[in-house]
Nanobody, 124 residues
């Protein structure tokens, strides 16, 4: 089992940047595919980005491609999401998630473990 704790959210103006972190407990972080999802008020949770176990393969939602970068440091049990050129529509609670199965999935139902979320608010 793995526990996930996100941090790095906050209030930023449009065009600004934030970097989210997700620290995982346990010694098997490198065995998990890791992803970021987000959920805005009144909306369903949506896929943002996913990264393979070793970090070589990544996938992004079209809405964030070119602006967000997902990365991981397996030695530090940490997942990152660098968010640049933020827009008001990026406002949401951001969650990290871990998947024991191999593959880069966009479906939130595939993921086994979730963090508690961190709020990102982008003002116009």
């Amino acid at each position: 089992q793995v526990q996930l704790v996100e941090s790095g959210g906050g209030l930023v103006q449009a065009g600004g940047s934030l970097r989210l972190s997700c620290v995982a407990s346990g010694r098997t972080f490198s065995s998990y595919v890791m992803a970021w999802f987000r959920q805005a008020p009144g909306q369903e949770r949506e896929f943002v980005a996913v990264i393979s176990n070793g970090g070589a393969n990544k996938d992004y939602a079209d809405s964030v491609k070119g602006r967000f970068t997902i990365a991981r440091d397996n030695a530090k049990n940490t997942l990152y999401l660098q968010m640049n050129t933020l827009k008001p529509e990026d406002t949401a609670v951001y969650y990290c998630a871990a998947d024991k199965a191999y593959g880069l999935f966009r479906n939130s139902g595939r993921y086994d473990y979730w963090g508690q979320g961190t709020q990102v608010t982008v003002s116009s």
